[in-house]
T-cell receptor, first 114, second 112 residues
């Protein structure tokens, strides 16, 4: 069965530092992968998606992610974090069997310190 | 218009009340979703409507009753809820393949 794992529950970085959030997937075929961000008490905003093609995908707010099939990973990166990036980040995969639903990882909470 | 709107933002209801959550989108999406999200957890899928027809019910208790009056609107009718139903209820819309979903801001529900 398809699933995504986010190994880091909570990450703290300094403002201006680089960021990498990890996501590993389990899926038999090429997965369709997403990163969403959720500010406290808010809905989820789509940051970026990977369906096929170029394995380095650019998203909104200066985020990018790289699909690595050999490592079953889709890690999210940002070269310089801003205080406003503090939020919960969810990796998700679409199941292409049956109902084509989104399966979310457990999330990584990002804290940014001045 | 690239927004999904949800009303109300906050709702407090007793266990004997009947209330409804509303969701609206004008992006021409033909799939709409209800999710439930408890604190510090990922969203959990409740219902999926595809082309205004209920296509998925993830074993949700009957005290939650979805309705899709047209392609732009999605309601969630609530009746005789339990305190453990307190959560953030998120609506999303997207393509019927579920490949991209766009979420509303959610309704924070508290059951007393």
């Amino acid at each position: 069965a398809q699933s995504v794992t986010q190994p880091d529950i909570h990450i703290t970085v300094s403002e201006g530092a680089s960021l990498e959030l990890r996501c590993n997937y389990s899926y038999g075929a090429t997965p369709y992968l997403f990163w969403y961000v959720q500010s406290p008490g808010q809905g989820l905003q789509l940051l970026l998606k990977y369906f096929s093609g170029d394995t380095l995908v650019q998203g909104i707010k200066g985020f990018e992610a790289e699909f690595k099939r050999s490592q079953s990973s889709f890690n999210l990166r940002k070269p310089s974090v801003h205080w406003s990036d503090a939020a919960e980040y969810f990796c998700a995969v679409v199941s292409l069997t049956g109902a084509n639903n989104l399966f979310f990882g457990t999330g990584t909470r990002l804290t940014v310190i001045p | 218009d690239t927004e999904v709107t949800q009303t109300p933002k906050h709702l407090v209801m007793g266990m004997t009340n009947k209330k409804s959550l509303k969701c609206e989108q004008h992006m021409g999406h033909r799939a709409m979703y209800w999710y439930k999200q408890k604190a510090k957890k990922p969203p959990e899928l409740m219902f999926v409507y595809s082309y205004e027809k209920l296509s998925i019910n993830e074993s949700v208790p009957s005290r939650f009753s979805p309705e899709c009056p047209n392609s732009s609107l999605l309601n969630l009718h609530l009746h005789a809820l339990q305190p453990e139903d307190s959560a953030l209820y998120l609506c999303a819309s997207g393509t019927p393949g579920g490949w991209e979903q766009y979420f509303g801001p959610g309704t924070r529900l508290t059951v007393t």
